[in-house]
Nanobody, 119 residues
Framework: QVQLAESGGGLVQAGGSLRLSCAASGRTFSSYVMGWLRQASGKEREFVADITWNGGSTYYADSVKGRFTISRDNVKNMVYLQMDSLKPEDTAVYYC????????????WGQGTQVTVSS
């Protein structure tokens, strides 16, 4: 079992940066694929990025590729999302999530953190 808690959201102007953090509990954190997803108001939740258990591979949605960077620290049980060159369309609630394998759905979710990008 993994419990997740996001932090680092806030209000930023377009072109600015934010770094989201996700603190995970549980001794098996390093076994999980970790991801960030987001949900804008009135829209469905969408994939943003994920990272394999050892950080060896990362994947990004086309909409954030080149602007966002996902990373993890298996010693500290942390996952990060560095967001640069933010756009108003990045405004959403961002969720940290965990799953056992790349081909499965996410099993565990955080409560979400709001990111608002003003134009």
């Amino acid at each position: 079992q993994v419990q997740l808690a996001e932090s680092g959201g806030g209000l930023v102007q377009a072109g600015g940066s934010l770094r989201l953090s996700c603190a995970a509990s549980g001794r098996t954190f390093s076994s999980y694929v970790m991801g960030w997803l987001r949900q804008a108001s009135g829209k469905e939740r969408e994939f943003v990025a994920d990272i394999t258990w050892n950080g060896g591979s990362t994947y990004y949605a086309d909409s954030v590729k080149g602007r966002f960077t996902i990373s993890r620290d298996n010693v500290k049980n942390m996952v990060y999302l560095q967001m640069d060159s933010l756009k108003p369309e990045d405004t959403a609630v961002y969720y940290c999530a965990a799953k056992m394998a790349a081909w499965t759905g996410y099993n565990y979710w955080g409560q979400g953190t709001q990111v608002t990008v003003s134009s």
